[in-house]
């Protein structure tokens, strides 16, 4: 079956660390996107890429940093200048031709990742 | 800028009983909705989707959402509440001006008491 696949599910790291989540989709989807979520405050987009080789800052990319080597892998890595790193990460696909603005997001399973 | 807004954090509702989760937009043209649904430890479920056409959208496990273009809401309904309808639910919007850009609502908290 096609989907997103976040692993792991569950990361624990120490202050100061930089450590990096993994997003593999097999949906041949050109978009990708990192979202992040904390409780009451909804989904906030931290980067998303339109394709191979190019991606874009959202509303919280301070901190972080993305790669997009391959169409299939978006890792995000979550560097130790990220004030405030615990929290829930989702990442996200969607297909991208302007015919296609009714498709929506297909999401993971997400990554908790507890920084202490 | 375009936006989503859910003024309600919780809603709680007896099963059987109908259920709505409000979902109110601002936007520049005609908007591009989407509810999605979260349970605890998941990723989001598309729901259903609003582009053009008929003002009552029907989507997946019975939900619909109506469409309102001068109230500028897109309620989330479903005649029979489940137990297992218990969930996070999220409205969104995707940008027209660049459409690989969706915003969120902050979340609503539904509660299915058997």
């Known amino acids: 079956d096609g989907g997103i696949t976040q692993s792991p599910k569950y990361l624990f790291r120490k202050e100061g660390q930089n450590v990096t989540l993994s997003c593999e989709q097999n949906?041949?989807?050109?978009?990708m996107y990192w979202y992040r979520q904390d409780p009451g405050q909804g989904l906030r987009l931290i980067y998303y890429?339109?394709?191979?080789?190019?991606?874009q800052k959202g509303d919280i990319a301070e901190g972080y940093s993305v790669s997009r080597e391959k169409k299939e892998s978006f890792p995000l890595t979550v560097t130790s200048a990220q004030k405030n790193p615990t929290a829930f990460y989702l990442c996200?696909?969607?297909?991208?031709?302007?015919?296609?603005?009714?498709?929506?997001?297909?999401f993971g399973n997400g990554t908790r990742l507890t920084v202490t | 800028a375009q936006s989503v807004a859910q003024p309600e954090d919780q809603v709680n509702v007896a099963e059987g009983n109908p259920l709505t989760v409000k979902c109110t937009y601002s936007?520049?043209?005609?908007?591009?909705l989407f509810w999605y649904v979260q349970y605890p430890n998941r990723g989001l479920q598309f729901l259903l989707k609003?582009?053009?056409?008929?003002?009552l959208v029907k989507g997946s496990y019975g939900f619909e959402a109506e469409f309102n273009k001068s109230q500028t809401s897109f309620h989330l309904k479903k005649p029979s509440a489940l137990v297992s309808d218990s969930a996070l639910y999220f409205c969104?919007?995707?940008?027209?001006?660049?459409?690989?850009?969706?915003?969120f609502g902050s979340g609503t908290k539904l509660n299915v008491k058997p």
């Open positions: 949906l041949n989807h050109d978009a």
């Open positions: 890429s339109q394709i191979v080789n190019d991606f």
């Open positions: 969104a919007v995707r940008d027209r001006g660049n459409f690989n850009k969706f915003y």
């Open positions: 609003y582009i053009t056409g008929d003002n």
């Open positions: 996200a696909s969607s297909v991208t031709a302007l015919d296609t603005y009714n498709s929506p997001l297909h």
């Open positions: 936007v520049s043209g005609n908007p591009y």
